[in-house]
């Protein structure tokens, strides 16, 4: 098993007795990323002990790759026959534990594993065991930030892609394409999430995608990309004013730009996220934009596009910490006259400073 991943089953297993538990299931497509580095499983689960060695078990016919690529012991079944959830059962009483203690991700547990678990099992041992998963996960080593990197250079391609094909009379799913072509002849897995080319009114939708709408003149097209590679992201928004766009919403993607500044100032270790958002906050505050404005303003980023911690917003209390990758500044001004423009970046946070990992120009951009 290659040292960073052996270094990360020994982290979360020191961390199972904060929960008293006997095994951690791992069945989530992310957190069998973060422990083996491959990004094409299927019916797959990674079984891991307080103590000893943590096993595989998968399909039989993928069972020699996986224990080749990742030196993890691994069973294989033979399906109709056997199946993952009995496997787990069968792996799980051999570790001699009679009521076991059994941490669960978050999300995306089959049903047919959680109904054999707790058909064998006492349900009074399950525990959500998310939290030792994302704070484990928010601390990136030498070989999670190289991906990111990476990722990051690929999605500022994807960006230079979108911005040359923006023009009046042009789709936004037109641009989407360029950009997505760009981006997967870089090197992209995909994108970890629907990317969004939106114009006009649209740009004040909470989650809006691209669609057949022909950019006008006059219009604010925002386009917010993310690319994967080898399982990590990065993700990038940039605004875009086609022609002669009004002074207010132009002033408000500058403000936007002026609070991402004053947020990325206070992002150091050791800080909390509330701290990072008041910097924010009052650039809002300030300009008297603060009842049009969300409580969150970023996420820490790495194998999922949002990780769920760090959440960077008003009143948390996540700390920062050297190795994190988040991204700034989500939100736009809500405002129907003036609102719509957005800017993001991953920034990645050092012990004596911080570094963007998503190489492009910060600049309103005119077309």
Not at 231 to 237: E, I, P, Q, R
Request: net charge neutral; proline share 4%; glycine share 8%.
């Amino acid at each position: 098993m290659k040292p960073h991943f052996a270094k990360r089953f020994q982290m979360i297993q020191a961390k199972m007795s904060e929960l008293d538990l006997d095994f951690l299931l791992v069945n989530n497509r992310e957190n069998l990323i973060y422990f083996t580095g491959l990004t094409q499983i299927e019916c797959m689960a990674i079984l891991i002990p307080r103590q000893g060695q943590p096993c595989a078990i998968t399909l039989w016919l993928d069972a020699q790759f996986v224990r080749q690529q990742t030196g993890l012991e691994t069973y294989g079944y033979v399906f109709p026959q056997d199946n993952l959830a009995d496997s787990l059962v069968r792996h799980i009483r051999a570790g001699g534990v009679e009521q076991p203690r059994i941490g669960f991700e978050r999300y995306f547990v089959p049903f047919a594993v959680y109904d054999a678990l707790r058909q064998a099992f006492p349900e009074q041992g399950f525990v959500n065991a998310s939290p030792l998963f994302y704070q484990l996960r928010s601390v990136k080593d030498e070989q999670e930030l190289a991906l990111m990197k990476r990722a990051g250079q690929i999605v500022a391609a994807g960006m230079a892609a979108a911005v040359e094909r923006v023009a009046a009379g042009v789709s936004e799913l037109e641009v989407l394409a360029e950009a997505e072509y760009a981006m997967l002849k870089a090197g992209s897995g995909g994108s970890p999430f629907r990317p969004q080319v939106v114009s006009g009114t649209r740009t004040l939708l909470t989650h809006p995608l691209a669609s057949e709408k022909l950019i006008q003149a006059g219009e604010l097209v925002v386009i917010h990309l993310g690319a994967a590679y080898s399982g990590y992201c990065a993700k990038l928004c940039r605004t875009v004013a086609v022609g002669k766009v009004g002074a207010g919403r132009r002033a408000v993607y500058e403000l936007l730009r002026q609070a991402q500044a004053a947020a990325c100032q206070a992002l150091k270790p050791g800080v909390s996220v509330d701290e990072v958002d008041r910097n924010a906050r009052e650039i809002i505050r300030e300009a008297g934009w603060e009842q049009h404005y969300l409580d969150v303003i970023g996420y820490g980023v790495g194998i999922r596009q949002s990780e769920f911690y760090p959440i960077i917003g008003k009143g948390r209390q996540d700390c920062i910490e050297a190795g994190m990758v988040v991204d700034l500044l989500l939100p736009t001004i809500y405002h129907p006259d003036v609102g719509g423009a957005r800017i993001t970046d991953c920034i990645y946070i050092g012990q004596s400073g911080n570094e963007r990992i998503t190489p492009y120009s910060q600049e309103l951009i005119q077309k």
